[in-house]
């Protein structure tokens, strides 16, 4: 393989708090190791367009702090397509670029392995998501705020539930994965958690509610997931509690794409910027398929094929607690 | 009239920031005039059932931050009665409270009124609610904390509309009043804004998102009151918008509940600081019937039967400047 | 004189949360009346440099919710010599600049008096600074996000400080004006509050501390303005206290420089936005050497010149209030 | 053994949040086995002088999000003291208390092991200080939550440095250990990070600031550990920065006490709930002297004697990561 003279980086799928870091922290690794960087906007979609520019280390100033990406992000339908893909080689060999770093979530590595299948280019993923669901890492990128975010706003929503006994229901996202349910709900103090991995019942929520209320509780919060297992939607979920709980006065709170936004915290920022450093150095290093994560606090690698196939599962340890503290 | 020597505070309707710091500040200049102080549970419903606390300055310390209410509050159908209002002053007389300061809106200044016509029994009202649809003051309680809320909520979902060239409706609070809506608005720079006060038209809405596309922008974020006059709530108009401007990808985002809680911002906190003690002074100065508000930066009072007939009128400079800031 | 065709605007002297806004906000007015804009680089000494950038509609997107000026400010020793302002004259002209807005405070509106004087040139002024000491306004920008600022960190003193049973002395930024230590010190609950405007003398303090203590306060906030009127610095204001009350656990926190910076509040977006636009169309309107300002929620506007003059008066009742919250 | 029937819990030394969040847990989990739970006020102190409360679950209700301890904290001479110790356990004997639950740091776990030996009395330690400064765990609670603080607050004073071309020292927690400044100054985006593991010389960080300036950035950020081991505080840095390179205009900010206070962060809030429910599991299983943390995400344990033994490590990665993200 021929030295490695410009990388390029792009964000894809859904946005996530902290892919600003980790596009700040590849450009400036880039200008570290005195090689060229191109910005490549909106995902594939923007690749197969040869939507680039190039960016230097001042490009990247002040957006260590930003939510969004300042690349942009989409998801593309051309890229799945062989002639999409090789429209992506040709504008990459045009400009030059080397490798290419991939910020997004499964979908994204999806398609970075098979275009690296097509073209034997170099390719490292960052995992940037805020469901947390990929193999392979702790933490994706964004995940840490978005609890912030999500247990922000339900301590708000706690006042005024505390205010009027009342009862609510608050969707929180994570479509198949409940990362952000179970530990929003733990941070929040939800009296009851329901997630796509596990199918509680909803009797036993019926039994928890009304325990809680015999309890004493005067206010009670369920964190619902997206997907959740039980087939009901939050709003099917709150006319079933009305029905059989008459006793409650029951509100809905969607909470939202907000959850996406935000500046990140600062485990974001960080762990945003050493994995920015890590994917670099493995491309320099003549490493590719690879994506980088974190593991007991040390930044890992792993395969890209292995971490899309990897299941994550749930901490069940802390679906007990939760089950704990809500005595 | 006699001396004054036991003032009782509840809050009633829905709840605000700044309601914990009122209460405070009753129950602390109540403390400062060396007069007792009871808290009333629940609004008239507690009055009525007689739920009451003795409040001492220490019984308030460290609520000044808090949202919600610790007095908690509701809604009384049985208050509207003459049975319901006569057990309430019986309460009152029972516990040799001599006045009563009641912290609400419109419906609860209304019972206020009656109950003070047939008992002759000695009120003031608060206004707390985040609608600011209260006449005879410039800012109500809650209010102030309610927009910093919406806006940097619609800050974080404009993070992900920028990042994905997206359309967001979102819906704030405010059924019969587009304070929130207007300048929560013009605060997130909301590419348009829909309030109850003025039905601008739906073609009108359509015209300014095509020019705001033609200016170059990438995401544009249209805030709709609850109460909006096209008739349409604010899935209907992003279906709406869909059908008729296809280039665009549309998303909802309802904010709901979190507006109602946090902690008060400065400005409520000191307002609410303000309005309590003017509450009880003017109590002690055989005052009755009044709502205290702010005007020009000042502590003033106004009938309260007025406030209740008086309407609200929607800044109209400020549509103006909100239109002129999407150019 | 003739036709305004082009408007500058700069920020000059200490910056506040929401001059982005304000320049955001001068910039899309001119743009909605077909006039060019120009942003002048670091106030006065920019000007004289001719340091200048063009700005479009679009060059102000996503920047009402930034902190900081993208404008950059500065103060200049060289604009206060008759050569600096003619150098500054001519690149105005050279420019074919016809108007100019300066965002900023007393000593940056003095020299646009003096400019205006010795080249007739028009001049609007728009109140920005977070230390609302300016006559003309009831609220500068940057005062409301500065006050949130200060009562955020103060109520994360307060959590330490309840803690361990202490005393916090926490100094505010006002050197010449209580109005955030005032403000701020009601809003965060303080014990005392100590200000430029007043010498209330320290044995009051020590009073109000014995009394608080006796109350069955655990812990206390003396939130003090840099320029007390009491002679002593914060930390000396602390060494007095520990000698006095040695009871007391005493601890110091100088907030600093992050009351200067933050997103801005609603308040301050709307506010910002607002003057903007008035500030254009009254130079639009042949108007000149007037400052734009809020008066009982109403843009109006003041001659620069008596601006300047006019001093500002704390608010008594406030000062009362504080008494009696602390009782 | 004896089967324990009443745990009692207490917080020691420097507060940190998510303190509330672990007693909550402690006494949700004591009721969820059907055990008595007592509060010891002040730790130690309280604990010799017998200030204990019972606590049921519901006298934990709306903790887990309050910032500092409900049961406050303090350090104790007497407990050194075998007088001290004594009367402690006597108080202990005669409230009916089997075992005992120590939220704080090192010092406080010193305290406890101590205190077992002597009277064998069974104890386990949560490790409670924003320093991230204890050997047996990733994360003690508070040090997430006090980064994020740090963090925000740098964010404010880089708005206010960009607007001014400044350059800013701003010390941060940590006497001892770098682990705040090291993550807080990543996380900023600080030019620059001392901290007191490593004394990298005042020569590089000249160096750096130079190539900083050189590189075309306006504005400088230099986070400082307050135990930096260049044997200058902040202001004496500041001074020789000045002296060294006039072209800076330097200012200084101490973030101080306000790291300490504030809600808890979501991490902070589960690994509390987590921790707390670990504490009194292992208790109820005989086992005694051990410090509850996290490892790779699992809930561990370790031997107290050992975790006072052990040395904490920076993260070289991190100090290089720094480096590369100020290219």
Do not use: W
Not at 308 to 326: A, C, F, P, Q, Y
């Amino acid at each position: 393989m021929e030295k490695i003279k410009k990388i390029a980086v792009m964000t894809s799928g859904g946005d996530a708090p902290g892919m600003n870091a980790a596009i700040r922290s590849v450009v400036r690794t880039c200008a570290y190791y005195s090689i060229a960087c191109a910005g490549i906007y909106r995902g594939y979609e923007g690749l197969i367009e040869g939507d680039f520019i190039e960016l230097t280390a001042r490009s990247v100033n002040n957006i260590i702090n930003k939510g969004g990406t300042i690349l942009k992000s989409a998801r593309s339908k051309e890229f799945r397509t062989k002639e999409g893909r090789q429209k992506a080689y040709e504008h990459l060999r045009k400009n030059k670029i080397d490798a290419m770093v991939v910020i997004g979530g499964d979908g994204s590595f999806t398609g970075a392995v098979v275009f690296n299948e097509e073209f034997n280019f170099p390719v490292i993923g960052i995992p940037g998501t805020i469901d947390n669901d990929i193999f392979g890492t702790s933490h994706t990128l964004g995940y840490d705020t978005a609890l912030n975010t999500a247990v922000e706003a339900i301590d708000k929503i706690r006042d005024t539930a505390s205010s009027h006994n009342r009862l609510f229901f608050v969707e929180v996202m994570g479509r198949d994965a409940g990362f952000i349910a179970l530990n929003a709900g733990v941070g929040a103090g939800a009296e009851e958690i329901l997630i796509p991995e596990e199918d509680l019942g909803l009797d036993r929520m019926l039994e928890s509610l009304k325990k809680s209320r015999r309890a004493g509780k005067s206010s009670s919060i369920v964190v619902v997931a997206e997907g959740d297992k039980s087939g009901k939607n939050v709003y099917e979920l709150a006319e079933y509690v009305e029905e059989n709980l008459p006793e409650y006065e029951v509100r809905v709170s969607v909470l939202g794409h907000m959850q996406r936004g935000g500046s990140p915290s600062c485990f974001d920022r960080v762990l945003a910027s050493r994995l920015g450093v890590k994917s670099v150095e493995l491309l320099l290093d003549g490493q590719t398929n690879l994506m980088v994560g974190l593991k007991n606090n040390e930044v890992i690698s792993t395969s890209i094929a292995e971490a899309i196939k990897g299941g994550h599962t749930i901490n069940m340890e802390l679906l007990r607690v939760s089950d704990i503290m809500t005595t």
